[in-house]
């Protein structure tokens, strides 16, 4: 796999395991409504596959790294990451940004252009 394709992955991977940590904290299990609040989140399905999410993005972007400048890769995971989890979050969890927030996130978009070039 190339090192871009593991990079991508990578960041899919850690986007993933955020959202579903945020849903697992929103949405505790009511399936054992007498433990407590932290374990109804802890052994909650969203929980348990969030936290293996980002086992895997460790081991992807691990891999990514042999082959890429760290310099490069960080940024471009996590502003692209950001990216997704916003555009998520949106829709998933109802959370709105405002303009200003909007506009941080095209500044983020050109510096990382920016920095590949």
Known sequence: MSAIALLITALVLNASANILIKYAATHPSPAHPEWPAFLQIFLNWPFVIGVLCF??????????LRRLPLSLAYPAMVSLGYLLILVVSAFLFNER???????G?????????LLVR
Do not use: R
């Not at 086992?55 to 990514?64: E, I, K, P, V």
């Not at 940004?97 to 506009?103: D, E, I, P, S």
């Open 55 to 64: 086992g895997s993005n460790l081991l992807a972007y691990t891999l990514a």
């Open 97 to 103: 940004l405002g303009g200003v927030q909007y506009a």
């Open 105 to 113: 996130a095209v500044l983020m978009l050109a510096g990382l252009w």
